[in-house]
């Protein structure tokens, strides 16, 4: 297959065509609809988030999936990202073996510590322990993922002795770290011997490049599996460059203010957002032509083997967003193709 394109949502609530905000019931029917169409135009890969805060409507990607599933035949499903820290990963293994099941051997799951801390007090985890939670129960998941019997013991769950999982999937179980840039986590993923997936979400994606070169080189020391390195950034693809702006400026404004009043970032602007639109920056927003020219580039400069674009965000309406998605799957993934092609 070569490059892989996916499509990633965090299940933003968004507005009607009336303006007013839709139900979280309302939203979530519609990321059905987006992920039908995506499959129906070639999309590779469909990512739902995990959030537990009134902007998102998922909280339970893997119900959604489920759903998903049954009405699509080929695209691949998983998370962006699951949060493991607060969940427990004998849960998580069996949620997405049994949609492995039901999708016919099409579940991946990406595993992350999250960027918003809310499921932590709400399941009763200590942020104290927010490294040592991840770390222990990326080891316990990687252990499973050999479905075999599992004789683990740490510190922040109960210890299993030759204990069996089920149910068992057909071939595997892909498996995705969501890593935001540090050189840590990094060498965590290539350790363990599982993908990497960089959420470039500011900023040129040139400067991931040293992540991608220390991914391939630690898992060239550790010894362990290699896998096509992927990412993660946000984007909306409209006729125009202008139509494209115009559209997607006020959901990324709304969000971007959002999480900056709890953050203390500054207000969001035009002014920044058309320079996050630019060749410097990590907004993926335009034309067909200006999106695929820029994924090309992206892919060509870190050697990737898949790129998503998270193609919602904030409170931007579910008619622009299926235009967006037929775009993408119509006319920017073979462009991308052939940019690509003619450079090799």
Do not use: C
């Amino acid at each position: 297959m070569g490059i892989e394109f996916g499509l990633d949502t965090f299940g933003d609530i968004t507005r009607g065509e009336d303006g007013e905000l839709l139900s979280g019931a309302q939203t979530i029917r519609n990321i059905v609809s987006q992920a039908e169409l995506a499959d129906s135009v070639g999309v590779h890969f469909f990512g739902v988030g995990e959030h537990h805060r009134p902007e998102f409507a998922v909280s339970s990607p893997e119900m959604v999936l489920a759903a998903i599933a049954a009405r699509t035949e080929s695209i691949r499903l998983g998370t962006a990202v699951t949060v493991l820290s607060s969940d427990d990963p004998v849960r998580v293994f069996e949620r997405f073996a049994t949609l492995d099941a039901i999708s016919n051997g099409r579940a991946e799951v990406v595993l992350g510590r999250g960027s918003f801390i809310e499921s932590f007090p709400l399941f009763g985890y200590d942020l104290r322990d927010y490294d040592a939670l991840f770390e222990q129960k990326l080891e316990l998941f990687v252990e499973l993922l050999k479905e075999e019997p599992v004789t683990w013991s740490g510190t922040m769950r109960a210890s299993l002795e030759n204990a069996n999982v089920f149910p068992k999937t057909e071939k595997g179980l892909r498996t995705w770290v969501g890593v935001g840039g540090s050189p840590e986590s990094v060498v965590r993923v290539a350790r363990h011997g599982l993908g990497l997936m960089l959420a470039i979400i500011g900023g040129p994606a040139i400067r991931f490049k040293p992540f991608v070169d220390l991914y391939h080189r630690s898992v060239a020391s550790f010894g362990t599996a290699s896998h096509p390195v992927s990412v993660h950034s946000p984007g909306h693809i409209a006729e125009t460059d202008a139509e494209a702006w115009d559209a997607a400026y006020s959901g990324f404004e709304a969000m971007n203010d959002t999480i900056g009043r709890e953050r203390g970032w500054p207000a969001y602007s035009r002014a920044r957002f058309q320079n996050d639109v630019g060749p410097e920056g990590a907004l993926y927003v335009g034309s067909p032509d200006r999106v695929a020219a820029k994924i090309a580039d992206t892919v060509t400069m870190l050697g990737l083997g898949r790129f998503d674009l998270k193609y919602a965000t904030g409170t931007m309406s579910h008619e622009s967003m299926m235009r967006s998605i037929e775009l993408y799957g119509t006319e920017v993934i073979p462009r991308v193709r052939r940019l690509l092609d003619a450079r090799d």
